[in-house]
């Protein structure tokens, strides 16, 4: 929706007929750059699980349920730029991201509110709808509570922030985990959602500074090519001991477009070192996302890659299918703690407003691919099997 400029009638003639057509003209410039869109996305899932009883998940054949209903409302106010997302699922809801900001130039913003931490493959590590493992870490696709200044300068893309708290905990059971993306977040045995965790953490993130440094390598025809490194440290705050811990992360990566082809690599590196009370184990912190926490190794080394073709076609409404793989592997060092994997092998159909999510993803140690949540990411199983799940998101965005 347009936003209409009202500008001062000038009152002496002869001025208003020189100069009407220059402000008319920048009017209308203006204008065009001022908008007000609102919209969203309707989201239901088919799958079908490895791990679950012959009894269970439909007799085998499968289960159809509601996935997500979201919101968006994005807009541009002269140089004010105006972006909110609210997501419900079932049993739970939050806000995914809401900011205001402003724009200095065509290469430089300031935004201020919950908004994409600036770290690692941006604006995502994967190709398909489960993520890859840096997103159950909390470092793909995260929001956090912010500054961020955001420049680029030709084949430049610098990006600095600091956050003073993750996004917070919106409606939902759980102590602290009804939100998007994962942070560390405080649990309590006593919650009855919780309760499988069998421990008590009371930290929280907060006074968080994030870099970002991209480099586009242009080939011409053939594509380019863009080299990052990122780096994130931040506090964790403990609200039994009131005292500070710290975590910290680097990452470098690269996100090559080559023809139809893409291809995505990335290696990060973690570590947190909590302010427990004594006797609450450290080799965990518990995170915490759509309204389910789990533990996940104090430190860890992630490898991510993976590959996407575009084909496209003229099937009806049917323009293009993307096909993809894409793989992650978690390395815990603690002594006792078993290595995470997922890969997940699929196809995206693009119709129009239809988007189609069609997926292959398994998974050892994963805590959304099988039957080990709360412990999948922290110390495993060094007997869990390779688990799967077949799924089909089928979402109409507005």
Known sequence: MRHISHRPLLLVAST??????????????????????????????????????????????????????????DGRLSDLLLSAEYRVYAGYSMLHHGYIGY?????????????????????????????????????????????????ENGPWNLQLAFYKNDEGSYTGGSTASARYSYDVVP???????????????????????????????DHGELGATELGASAQVGQLYNDITGRFGLGWAGAVHLDGYYGPWN?????????????????????????????????????GTVFVAGVSY???????????LT??????????????????????????????????????????NQPWLGPNYGTALAEGSPDARWEGRFNINAGYYF
């Open 16 to 73: 208003f007929l020189c100069i009407w057509p220059l402000e008319r003209a920048a009017a209308e410039e203006a204008d065009s750059q001022d908008s007000l869109h609102v919209g969203g996305a309707l989201r239901f899932n088919y799958f079908v699980k490895s791990w679950e009883g012959q009894g269970s998940n439909r007799q085998r054949l499968g289960d159809v349920a509601f996935d997500t209903f979201r919101l968006n409302v």
């Open 103 to 151: 724009a200095f130039s065509d290469t430089t913003q300031l935004q201020l509110g919950v908004h994409r931490v600036p770290f690692g493959l941006q604006p995502y590590a994967s190709h398909n709808w489960f993520f890859v493992l840096p997103y159950y870490l909390g470092f793909e696709d995260d929001y956090d509570l912010g500054l961020k200044l955001v420049h």
């Open 187 to 217: 649990v309590n045995p006593a919650n009855p959602g919780e309760a499988y965790l069998e421990t008590e953490q009371a930290n929280s993130e907060t006074n968080q500074l994030n870099a970002r440094v991209a480099y586009r390598i």
């Open 263 to 299: 291809v995505k690599l990335e290696a990060l590196h973690y570590s947190y070192a909590p302010a427990n009370p004594e006797g609450v184990d450290d080799a965990f912190v518990t995170v915490g996302a759509y309204d389910a926490p789990y533990k996940l190794a104090s430190r």
């Open 310 to 320: 575009d084909l496209p076609v003229s099937w009806g409404p049917i323009s293009k």
């Open 323 to 364: 096909f993809y793989d894409d793989y992650s592997f978690l390395l815990k060092p603690q002594a006792g703690y078993e290595d995470s994997h997922q890969n997940v092998l699929g196809m995206l159909v693009t119709a129009g407003p239809v988007f189609t999510y069609v997926d292959v993803a398994v998974g050892k």
